[in-house]
């Protein structure tokens, strides 16, 4: 296989960095305890790591607010213990991918500090700045991410900021060249210092719409989000652009995350010919749970369908063989825990854990897994006021307390379904104080369920969740049908499994999924079996497609 391209063949592993390990008893995770865990790591096979942001940050938004791309943030170590991860990383073969947040800055970033001051300092173009409309109101009603109208007024130079996302994240000026001569020297940086690639924060958001243009009406709303937050009409001539002045120079991966794109657009970035970025990640699997347009936004509870899933999921699998690459994920930081979202965590935890796992690792892309997802942990139930997260602390305002357009019970059942806390709780590692997370008081509550659910456990446990995905990331290390075999969906209107074909030119796999709790007769399946039934990966005993499918069951199996 072309080596340029081992992203196509390799298995991330995200970490979140401050719930991951703290190595100094302050309560909050650093560097040096991901270099403690690259044993783990490398036990578990992964090629990549993916730290969110590690950099200089007041951690408004949890360090998606940068103050000094090029220092480490404090809490998490230093420069050097940046430098010592990359370096042991690569010993053992693990690639460190970081994460580009060159959307917006932190506002105590020194461009934003200097911009902020006036209309003609060498920074003042830096940030994307709009005067009052006549009656001293926002130029236009786009909204933030985080509630509210993403502009922000600025006392000192008499004029609005555009913030997609806090508003003390204010968006930077792609227009401007010296920008993004800033980000490429930046990216370039660190990747002299050995980093492999980047992450790209909201990178979809990048360019706007120079004509700033008002978002439609609707009754009882007053700021948008929507198509004017994401593939402005410059992105690609700007990601282009990196490309051929930072990226093309390295051996290195990329995945932007691209909220708002379809598989078609996906292509736009993905294509090998267009020179952009290796992959996305796409929103669209993880929308379906979502009502579209409401004025509670992901608050707003929709049941899952899995027919919904698969038609969506497979769309991207079609519309991106041999057109551009996928990357495949169902967790991150700002998701919750799929079992507990689709699935079932308490009865059926292991099997489930596996069997969404055989379903994203059987496809065709770059599989992500989140810290914890490997040992199966679960969403979290806290009291609201228990919650960190700046997304639910501002929806709870805006939506409960000043709009009532949800009611307090209604919005904590979503927030324990949906909330990006739910990710972020610390990681499990064993049974004892803390989960051995920290000696000292963690900065975020634990699960109450770390004394059943732990890296320690999982480890004396040879039929884990996390043996089974060494077991997956072993098969896509050995087998070339994973990376580069057509998908077929194949029983597209059953409401509980979820099967598909994988073929190439020598070989066909199957492989299906039962993702409810009821038993299923196999013959369903039958007629996609072959003259050759080998298993290659099951979560639970079998040997052919005679067996009846049990809750949760899953595997991959040769058929041709
Ligand atoms: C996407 C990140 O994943 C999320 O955590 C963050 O809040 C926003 N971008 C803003 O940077």
Redesign the pocket.
Known sequence: MNDKTWWKHSVVYQIYPRSFKDSNGDGFGDLPGIIEKLDYLEKLGIDVIWL?PVFDSPQD??G??IRDYRSIYAGFGSNEDMEELIQKAHERKIKVVL?L?A??TSDEHVWFVESRKSKDNPYSDYYIWKDPKADGGEPNNWGS??CGSAWEYCQERGQYFLH???KR?PDLNWENPKVRQEIYDLMKFWMEKGADGWRM??IASISKDQNYPDYPERENQKYYTGKYHSNGPRLHEFLHEMNQEVLSKYDCMTVG?A?GSTPEVARLFTDPKRQELNMIFTFEHMNIDRVPGSVNRKWELKPFDLRELKQVMSAWQNKLYNQGWNALYFE???QPRVISRWGNDTTYREACGKAFATVLHGMQGTPYIYQGEEIGMTNVAFKLEDYED??VRNAYQELVVNNKTISEDQFRKAVWNKS?DNARTPMQWDDSEHAGFTTGKPWFQLSDRYQEINVKKALEDQNSIFYYYRDLIALRHQEPLLTEGKYQLILEEDQQIFAYLRSTDQECWLVAANLSETCRSSQILKPFGGEREEIKICNYKRTSLDQELRPYEAFMMRVR
Do not use: A, K
């Open positions: 969110s938004d949890n998606y607010d994460d947040v959307n917006h991410c985080f997609f996302y806090s994240q924060d909201v995350e909220p991150n930081h700002d700046i997304e990006r």
